[in-house]
Antibody, heavy 114, light 107 residues
Framework: QVQLQESGPGLVKPSETLSLTCTVS????????WSWIRQPPGKGLEWIGS???????SYNPSLKSRVTISVDTSKNQFSLRLTSVTAADTAMYYC????????WGQGTLVTVSS | EIVLTQSPATLSLSPGERATLSCRAS??????LAWFQQKPGQAPRPLLY???KRATGIPARFSGSGSGTDFTLTISSLEPEDFAVYYC?????????FGQGTKVEIK
């Protein structure tokens, strides 16, 4: 069974860069889309962006200028970088495999605070 | 961007009752609609994908239907563990989007 695990700092200072990694186990990364989703405390889900195993990406237009998603299939990992963070970026961040059947990680809380 | 509108916002039902949740898209998403369940303090759990295919381990009381712009998640007989928030997501057009959620609460 596919398992995904998010990792990265739980606290980021305002204006700095948020960096998270998702490690995939139980399956190859080939032929799938891999995504990042976030959820601010008490709010709904927001799709951040996705990357195909080959490296092509799509991003949420509201975040596009600040987001980069990359993939390293040799390590079975994909990563999220979000620059110039503010308190509004405080959220649970989830990684997921989207196609065909979705699999999600357990999430990691990132707080933006000085 | 495709907007997904879920209704109702809150559904108050008793265990054993049938739950019917709606997700309406602002334009056609074909059959590329998924449903997720989220309980407090937990990650969203995939329930259905491609409208009606149950994810691994999901019981048969969960079913999905629809196509184009109108979709329904049905829970045939609510179990105590089914009281949660449910989200729909479209993966037809970029950017992928989620609905705002429907809370199923105990009446």
């Amino acid at each position: 069974q596919v398992q995904l695990q998010e990792s990265g700092p739980g606290l980021v200072k305002p204006s700095e860069t948020l960096s998270l990694t998702c490690t995939v186990s139980g399956d190859s990364m080939s032929s799938y889309y891999w995504s990042w989703i976030r959820q601010p405390p008490g709010k709904g889900l927001e799709w951040i962006g996705s990357i195909y195993y080959s490296g092509s990406t799509s991003y949420n237009p509201s975040l596009k200028s600040r987001v980069t998603i990359s993939v390293d299939t040799s390590k079975n990992q994909f990563s999220l970088r979000l620059t110039s963070v503010t308190a509004a970026d405080t959220a649970m961040y989830y990684c997921a495999r989207d196609s065909p059947e979705p699999y999600w990680g357990q999430g990691t809380l990132v707080t933006v605070s000085s | 961007e495709i907007v997904l509108t879920q209704s109702p916002a809150t559904l108050s039902l008793s265990p054993g009752e049938r739950a019917t949740l709606s997700c309406r898209a602002s334009q056609s998403v074909s059959s590329y609609l998924a449903w997720f369940q989220q309980k407090p303090g937990q990650a969203p759990r995939p329930l259905l994908y491609t409208t009606s295919k149950r994810a691994t381990g999901i019981p048969a009381r969960f079913s999905g239907s629809g196509s184009g712009t109108d979709f329904t998640l049905t829970i045939s007989s609510l179990e105590p563990e089914d009281f949660a928030v449910y989200y729909c997501q479209q993966r037809s057009n970029w950017p992928w989007t989620f609905g705002q959620g429907t809370k199923v609460e105990i009446k």
